[in-house]
């Protein structure tokens, strides 16, 4: 099975802020890899296919990138709605696995 | 725009059936293009993929619960619907179903999840 290790595991950042979460393969993904934005008590909602394809809906300042084993999703001008938990996810095969996430907080 | 609901028992007694059913509204789950899947969330927040179903009933199930797992779907009913059996407390998690990508295999839309304990 792929595992999938995202970093940090919580981050604290300001309104304004660019941030950026890391996730990485032990394997090779090519670009099957998604990201999510979950809020407590929420489903996840799909932010990012395919490394960098933005979903429709989802705000400009989201970026994906990366390819192989390494990815990153970058937040550029934090607004307060972006305070949430993001996972990653490897789609290239099945079982299709989780990061562990990663915890964005109001500094 | 497609919505799904997840419904069925919040409670499940150790050594019991699982049972969860996803109403489909918004898409017919029978014009195929998607797979439609379950998903987990345990009380430590990690996610935890369960399986899939095809529009013609094809299944792919995580391994690690192939042998306690049964996926099935009515289209008559724009429902799929989900068995573990013989549940432990180490199921107990937030349920989702979710939209699946047939060809990129994210997960792109969710239903709201449903709790499920295990306890006797």
């Known amino acids: 099975d792929i595992q999938m290790t995202q970093s940090p595991s919580s981050l604290s950042a300001s309104v304004g802020d660019r941030v950026t979460i890391t996730c990485r393969a032990n394997?090779?993904?090519?670009?099957?890899l998604n990201w999510y934005q979950q809020k407590p008590g929420k489903a996840p909602i799909l932010l990012i296919s395919a490394a960098s394809n933005l979903q429709s809906d989802v705000p400009s300042r989201f970026s994906g990138g990366g390819s192989g084993t390494d990815f990153t999703l970058t937040i550029s001008g934090l607004q307060p709605e972006d305070f949430a938990t993001y996972y990653c996810?490897?789609?290239?095969?099945?079982?299709?696995?989780f990061g562990l996430g990663t915890i964005l907080d109001i500094k | 725009q497609v919505q799904l609901q997840e419904s069925g028992p919040g409670l499940v007694k150790p050594s019991q059936t699982l049972s969860l059913t996803c109403t489909v509204s918004?898409?017919?789950?029978?014009?195929?293009?998607?797979?439609w899947s379950w998903i987990r969330q345990h009380p430590g927040k990690d996610l935890e993929w369960i399986g899939y179903?095809?529009?013609?009933?094809?299944?792919y199930f995580n391994p690690s619960l192939r042998s306690r797992l049964t996926i099935s779907v009515d289209t008559s009913k724009n429902q799929f619907s989900l068995k573990l059996t013989s549940v432990t407390a180490a199921d107990t998690a937030l349920y989702f179903c979710?939209?699946?990508?047939?060809?990129?295999?994210?997960?792109?839309?969710w239903g709201q999840g449903t709790l499920v304990a295990v306890s006797s």
């Open positions: 179903i095809s529009h013609t009933g094809n299944t």
């Open positions: 996810q490897q789609s290239y095969s099945a079982p299709y696995s």
């Open positions: 979710a939209r699946t990508n047939s060809g990129w295999y994210y997960f792109d839309s």
């Open positions: 394997q090779h993904i090519s670009r099957f």
């Open positions: 918004g898409v017919s789950i029978s014009s195929g293009g998607y797979y």
